[in-house]
């Protein structure tokens, strides 16, 4: 069996490690003796930051902040530059992140630039508030897509719980909540709460006594409530710290899932070239199972129980026809998983009705179903058969034979990126079946979860794809193309890759890294 990367780990840590970036950007590296600094909240400066998981130092971060004239008007620019390198299964990946906010003196947020690089792909993100409203406009090779988010009136940019601490340092024990847009354009609300006291803090250059501000962030994913009903709306949220000076400068950053940490560092410190300590996002991130599956990918139904050091597995595991996930208590869930077919009885007789919407059937900036090359491959493959979930098998098997090379440094791309090079990882895989499924009219979107790895016995961050048929979602992989999927698939959500969900849809994952424990309790 071929390893399976953890691409879905990085996207989610591009989006938190900006997060992180965002609730230290306003730091100032202070050298012995420390005098308490008293900076002007929007003073223009340079910051950096350096950025760990684990202790591992992953990459660097630099912060602009500066004045202009923009037609007729005071605005203050925040540019942010992130460079992270990690590896996935003992291949190097490497990204780049730049982004631009303006904003009013006050730190209301006005516009966003924001560009992704990695390897040969580019995503650019144009954001704008219009009153009330927040619309967004994405490209990625081929697509475009325009979508318009409420707003709250006091939302700020990436560095707003920065201009925040700055403007009113925090007291011992106060209690604040921000708006934000987020790095993962995503609305974010930040909930801070300082400590009583102050406490003992190690930063890079010595220990110092800091005030502590614990903090949740918080996202509302899903469709946009109507005036009479909230439905749609789902609540992810990560929990952090940030050390904070007398100023309100603070000092360092840190977020639960795998011990992220930020400080700030003077620029030689930042950019020193210093080999990054080895962190591999699939190897170091392995769910280990107690025991062997038995039959492994193969295995028909598996009933597993999982426990989440931190909230309760079942909030965070989807049910589906092919999944029922049971509570047991606060930290711990039952979760049986079926191997579904047309036609077979197995499967989750509760599963809630999930009929498929426009957007599971159109091309968007991830799935480009109508790019020519991507609607050149769907039409030759099986071109006589008419039944679905035939044709739905036929081009899994077609994905995984025509993806040559599996490429586990290129963790973002898109369909038609996969159309043009025949090369990428599971995400690659699912994205590009997805599309050639759409393509012959067969509504289907991504799964993202784990998938085991009988070779150590362990389930490893996974994404595969989902097809509409016979009144229900069936499972495919084109990484595997095993003919459907088994009872070694733990599904933590599901996605369109439309927008902004295309984020929202990894947040589940962000919530049980390092915090996951697995049971196997029996299976056939």
Same mark, same amino acid.
């Given at each position: ?26 730091? *100032? ?6 005098? %308490? ?39 203050? +620019? ?45 995503? *650019? ?39 925040? &601490? ?7 024990? !106060? ?12 609305? !974010? ?46 609540? =992810?949220?990560? +929990? ?41 996002? @699939?190897?170091?991130? #392995? ?60 499967? =989750? ?14 091309? =968007? ?67 590009? &079946? ?15 979860? #784990? ?33 459907? %999927? @088994?009872?070694?698939? #733990?599904?933590?959500?599901?996605? =369109? ?16 890294? @390092? ?10």
């Amino acid at each position: 069996m071929r390893r399976k990367p953890a691409w879905l780990l990085l996207l989610g840590i591009t989006g938190v490690l900006l997060a992180v970036a965002s609730v230290s950007a306003f730091l *100032r590296w202070r050298h012995r003796p420390r005098p %308490v600094p008293s900076p002007a909240p929007l003073a223009e400066r340079e910051t950096w930051e350096v950025y760990r998981i684990r202790g591992a130092r992953i990459g660097y971060g630099r912060t602009v902040i500066r004045h202009d004239d923009e037609d007729g008007r005071r605005v203050v +620019k925040v540019t942010g530059l992130l460079r992270l390198g990690l590896a996935r299964f003992d291949q190097p990946a490497r990204m780049e992140i730049n982004f631009t906010d303006t904003e009013t003196p006050a730190g209301a947020l006005l516009a966003r630039e924001c560009e992704f690089r990695q390897g040969p792909m580019t995503m *650019r993100t144009l954001a704008r508030v219009r009153g009330s409203r927040l619309e967004m406009d994405m490209t990625t090779r081929g697509e475009r897509h325009t979508e318009s988010r409420s707003w709250p009136a006091d939302g700020g940019g990436a560095m707003g719980t920065e201009e925040s &601490l700055l403007r009113r340092p925090m007291k011992p024990g !106060e209690h604040r909540v921000v708006h934000l847009l987020g790095p993962e354009n995503l609305i !974010e609300t930040v909930d801070l709460s300082a400590r009583q006291e102050e406490e003992d803090v190690a930063l890079l250059d010595g220990t110092y006594r800091l005030l502590r501000i614990d903090m949740r962030i918080r996202w509302q994913t899903g469709p946009e409530p109507d005036e009479q009903s909230a439905a749609g709306q789902e609540t =992810n949220e990560i +929990k952090g710290a940030v050390w904070c000076d007398a100023s309100g400068e603070m000092l360092k950053s840190w977020l639960e899932p795998m011990e992220r940490e930020a400080f700030r560092v003077p620029k030689e410190v930042a950019m020193t070239n210093t080999p990054l300590a080895k962190f591999d996002l @699939g190897l170091d991130t #392995l769910v280990r199972l107690d025991r062997p599956l038995p039959h492994g990918l193969d295995t028909r139904r598996a009933r597993y129980r999982v426990t989440l050091d931190a909230g309760s597995p079942a909030t965070v595991f989807v049910s589906g026809p092919a999944q029922q996930v049971r509570w047991v208590d606060g930290h711990t869930a039952e979760i049986t998983v079926y191997a579904i077919r047309p036609g077979r009885q197995d499967s =989750n007789r509760d599963a809630p009705s999930d009929p498929p919407t426009e957007a599971d059937k159109e091309p =968007n900036n991830f799935i480009q179903s109508a790019d020519a090359k991507v609607v050149a491959d769907a039409r030759k493959v099986a071109p006589d058969e008419t039944d679905p979930w035939r044709v739905a098998l036929a081009l899994e098997q077609f994905v995984h034979d025509t993806i040559t090379h599996k490429d586990l440094a290129q963790f973002f791309v898109t369909a038609a990126d996969v159309a043009a090079t025949r090369q990428g990882d599971c995400k690659a895989h699912a994205l590009y &079946l997805a599309a050639l499924a759409r393509a012959r009219g067969i509504p289907a979107r991504v799964a993202v979860g #784990l998938v085991y790895r009988p070779g150590d016995h362990a389930f490893a961050y996974h994404m595969w794809t989902e097809v509409f048929i016979q009144e229900r979602w069936m499972p495919i992989d084109g990484t595997l193309a095993k003919g459907g %999927v @088994g009872a070694g698939h #733990l599904q933590l959500g599901h996605s =369109n890759m439309t927008g902004v969900s295309a984020y929202a849809s990894f947040l589940p994952a962000m919530q049980v890294i @390092g915090q996951l424990h697995l049971e196997l309790l029996d299976a056939e």
